[in-house]
Each structure stands twice: as C-alpha cells, then as structure tokens.
C-alpha cells in the first residue's frame, strides 16, 4: 500500500471518530415528546397541555422534568408512588412560572385553575 493512500485511510478514519464524538442531539432531532398532550386534572378535568409550546417558551426540559420522568404516564406514575403529590407540579412550577411570566409584563399562560381543566 503507497503511503497516499494509507494517509487517505487515516484521515477516513479519524473523520468517523471524530464525527462518532459529536453528541447526537447535535446531528439528530431530539426525541421531544408529543406537540399537545391530555393531562389527568383529576376531579376538576382533564388539562390540554400544549408540550411544543413549553418546550419553544421554556427551552429547558429540567424546568419541569426535575420531579417526573421524560415518558407517557409519568404524571401519574409518580404521584402513585408518592413521589409527587396532588397539584405539586401544577402549584410549584405551571402556575408559578405563569404568575412570575405575567408579574414580568410578558405574555403568560393561564394563573387559575379553571382556565386550564376542562
């Protein structure tokens, strides 16, 4: 093999290593979920959450999947565990970020209960 040619083989092959070193988020979509997603609002109704518009507003999946798993069912599941109780999630991070978007003069989501159950 002529030394050109195994040059070419190095560098091919250092290109597909360095490119395997990429995260694949930076290559690929992430996986995000569905656009809108019924939510169990308990006795009060179920809630249409719009998921695409949070994650365009929000930019940080951690801002509300720090207390529930990124997974169908997630919700419930925790609070079945005792994990998370009751309205935790909709009281501690949904209303209170909606309320300080709204005291900042933005645009917000709805601050009661009854805007969001159905």
Do not use: W, Y
């Amino acid at each position: 093999m002529n030394k050109k040619v195994l040059t070419t083989c190095f560098a091919a092959c250092g290109l597909i290593v360095g490119l395997s070193l990429i995260p694949v988020s930076g290559i690929m979509a992430q996986n995000v979920g569905r656009p809108e997603m019924t939510l169990n609002g308990g006795s009060k109704g179920p809630v249409l959450f719009k998921h695409q518009l949070h994650q365009t507003v929000v930019n940080d999946c951690a801002v509300c999947h720090k207390d529930f798993e990124k997974k169908p069912g997630a919700l419930d599941a925790a609070k079945k565990i005792g994990v998370l109780r009751a309205k935790q999630v909709m009281n501690k991070t949904c209303i209170a970020c909606h309320r300080a978007t709204k005291a900042a003069g933005e645009r917000s989501g709805p601050t009661s209960c009854n805007a969001c159950h159905s």
